[in-house]
């Protein structure tokens, strides 16, 4: 069965980093395209950032610059690296997965929260 796990959420002042993880299991993950996406209260689940298996990165234009999605060399593993954190940052944040074959299969995470204040 496919599960995708985060962690590496927390609160941060502005300006500070953390690094979120991702672990999947039960897919291949070469065949599958990687991805955070976040969602604040009120508003619509909206993407962060993708990355192929062949290492293509896209990132929506709020975090260019200041996050790095990567993929480990082993186990699975998707990284968001967050740089320079500001308060609308704060959101709960989910791994994504998505077949480069059949966009009809998914999966997502249970998300981690993310909180950016003073």
């Known amino acids: 069965q496919v599960q995708l796990v985060e962690s590496g959420g927390g609160k941060v002042q502005p300006g500070g980093s953390l690094r979120l993880s991702c672990a999947a299991s039960g897919i291949l993950l070469r065949a599958y395209v990687m991805g955070w996406y976040r969602q604040a209260p009120g508003k619509p689940r909206d993407l962060v950032a993708t990355?192929?298996?062949?290492?293509?990165?896209n990132y929506a234009d709020s975090v260019k610059g200041r996050f790095t999605i990567s993929r480990g060399n082993a186990n699975n593993m998707v990284y968001l690296q967050m740089n320079n954190l500001q308060p609308e940052d704060t959101s709960i944040y989910y791994c994504?997965?998505?077949?480069?074959?059949?966009?009809?299969?998914?999966?997502w995470g249970q998300g981690t929260q993310v909180t950016v204040s003073s």
């Open positions: 994504y997965t998505q077949s480069q074959f059949n966009a009809n299969v998914e999966f």
């Open positions: 990355i192929t298996s062949s290492g293509s990165t």
